[in-house]
């Protein structure tokens, strides 16, 4: 018998992605616990997504409620899922990235992590990487844990918004995803969560997360890191309460980036946030000097 998880919200956001949807959708509706709902967002897509979407509701036996929300004008990630938040009944929030796949207990092991310690906002997991077809071993650097990850946030995200069960609420206290940020929206989130929250984790692989195709945000946006230094920046002076260490840390790594910015900046002779990033190192250099005095 189905077991769902009335709590549950399940969201995935898409564009243009005919060839993949169909997978995370049935990796939904494959969970071994049931979400009370899965909503997709389509961000106006141009080829047979939503008509591949509707079938594929339309083929499965569920008793999750399933619905489809078609934009008319493209918005980007995080305004889709954004949306559905606001659109979610679930007072919890799975997200899907719409090239991922759930591992079938993805959810159930979560939701057991939950009720061992009901004061985690966010529980997440180990991810299985495969890129072009291939598996690829994970460096160190990536692997995931639980509690404090405040500082491990700082140098990347190490939370994948697919391997994300995340309290609705907390959600919205936080201000969702921030709908000005074209890349680096999940950091920029994570790194607002964990400067006040410890966070729950699933050491087993929940998720696959496939990477290597052309139409992913990583390969449109080169100069990252200058999304990453406006987010350090905003916690900074949205945080004051952060520790001695943890203001120290984050500052030094607001001074690693833009350092590699500017040289990039140069190398490539794009100057158009040259200005922007050296006031920014300017900036944490002030900071830290405070510290270090």
């Avoid at 004008?73 to 090239?99: I, P, T």
């Avoid at 980036?257 to 002779?269: Q, R």
Wanted: with cysteine.
């Amino acid at each position: 018998m189905e077991k769902s998880l009335s709590l549950i919200t399940a969201i995935i956001p898409v564009f243009n992605r005919q060839e993949v949807i169909e997978r995370s959708i049935r990796s939904v509706l494959a969970q071994t616990r049931l979400p009370l709902e899965l909503l997709v967002v389509d961000d106006a897509s141009t080829d047979r997504t939503c008509e591949i979407v509707e079938r594929c509701f339309a083929s499965h036996q569920t008793s999750v409620l399933c619905r489809l929300i078609r934009l008319e004008k493209n918005q980007g990630v995080s305004n889709a899922r954004n949306l559905a938040a606001r659109e979610a009944q679930g007072s919890w929030l799975a997200f899907l990235d719409s090239d991922d796949e759930w591992l079938p207990e993805k959810l159930a092991w979560q939701w057991q992590k939950h009720e061992e310690n009901a004061l985690w906002p966010l529980i997440h997991g180990e991810e299985i990487w495969i890129r072009r077809g291939t598996f690829v071993n994970q460096k160190k650097i990536h692997k995931k844990s639980g509690g404090d990850q405040f500082e491990r946030s700082l140098q990347l995200c190490v939370i994948s918004p697919s391997a994300t069960l995340l309290k609705k609420s907390v959600f919205f206290e936080l201000g969702g995803f921030d709908n000005d940020f074209p890349v680096c929206e999940d950091y920029d989130l994570w790194l607002k969560l964990t400067s006040l929250y410890e966070i729950g984790f699933v050491d087993l692989p929940i998720i696959k997360k496939y990477g290597g195709h052309e139409d992913q945000l990583s390969h449109a946006y080169r100069a990252m890191d200058y999304w990453r230094v406006l987010s350090q920046m905003r916690i900074y002076k949205l945080r004051p309460e952060l520790s001695s260490q943890k203001k120290q840390t984050l500052l030094q790594c607001v001074l690693e980036k833009s350092a590699v910015l500017l040289a990039g900046f140069e190398k490539h002779k794009n100057l158009e946030h040259y200005e922007e990033i050296a006031a920014a190192k300017d900036w944490a250099q002030r900071e830290l000097s405070v510290f270090q005095c």
